[in-house]
């Protein structure tokens, strides 16, 4: 059994003047940051998922050019949610981020959910991406765990420690949130925790749920990419055609043919006529 954390009230405020003054000094200025339009934030937490801040920093502006507000994306094809999306990798996370948008339009009048029970039952939120929402858009003073707030508090309280998990991290975040402003709170959190990254040995290595990615090159994820990419650029492909313009060497067909079946189901591609398409 997970223990709540003994900590004084001393210790809890001298670690929160330690986040705060980095965060003084260090704070990021990033677009989403700017706004507290839940819809604007949901954008950028699916974004965030698994990518580089520089990257949806880039991609994160011309996607709210074109699709304003949830109405406008709930309306959108699929094919060019995914077109805006490229470059960002993961294309799942368009498509549950598009599925989310017509749930919203569809079963909550327009409106973000903003409880966690409701931000659960929506494609692609999990509770990280939940607790940020509520953080972000409406101020709530919730407990979540992403990447950045796991290095801050293992680094903080676990020295020494290996296979630190998450449930024993959790009590931690929660004796220490601060809930007299938690949306700026987790953005010190992060910015922190993005900075120990660069500044000591990863504290992550030392979490219980780390896992070192597998090679880009060659692997099903990139033939994927490369898939919907050469889709959106060409339209209706054979298989015969779409072999012909994968640039990934010795890629066969069988394995191919698997991850079209794959994006068939996800709901990527329409196979029809002995073609393949991004699905209208």
Do not use: C
Not at 41 to 63: A, D, G, H, N
């Amino acid at each position: 059994m997970v223990q709540t954390p003994d900590l004084t009230p001393h210790a809890i405020e001298a670690f929160r003047k330690s986040v705060h003054d980095y965060y003084r000094e260090h704070r990021r200025d990033l677009p989403w940051r700017r706004t507290r339009d839940p819809y604007e934030i949901l954008v950028s937490e699916f974004m965030l998922q698994q990518t580089q801040v520089s990257r949806v920093e880039e991609k994160y502006p011309p996607f709210l050019e074109r699709f304003p507000d949830i109405g406008s994306l709930a309306d959108a094809a699929p094919g060019e949610v995914l077109a805006l999306w490229q470059g960002l990798g993961y294309n799942r996370r368009a498509l549950a981020l598009h599925r989310t948008a017509r749930m919203v339009v569809d079963d909550h009048d327009g409106i973000i959910p903003d409880t966690n029970d409701l931000l659960l039952t929506l494609p692609g939120i999990g509770p990280a991406t939940a607790g940020a929402l509520q953080a972000f858009a409406f101020d709530r003073p919730v407990v979540f765990i992403e990447t950045n707030i796991r290095r801050v508090y293992i680094h903080a309280f676990f020295p020494g420690r290996d296979r630190v998990t998450d449930r024993e991290i959790l009590p931690f975040v929660e004796a220490t949130v601060d809930s007299s402003g938690p949306r700026e709170w987790y953005y010190a959190l992060m910015d922190y925790g993005s900075a120990l990254a660069k500044e000591v040995s990863n504290p992550n290595l030392r979490s219980a749920h780390y896992s070192r990615q597998s090679p880009f090159y060659g692997s099903d994820r990139q033939i994927r990419g490369q898939i919907l990419r050469i889709l959106l650029d060409r339209g209706s492909l054979t298989t015969d055609e779409l072999l012909e313009r994968l640039s990934t060497a010795t890629v066969e067909r069988k394995k191919v043919e698997s991850i079209l079946g794959t994006l068939e189901d996800e709901g990527f591609l329409v196979r029809e006529n002995g073609l393949v398409a991004i699905a209208p």
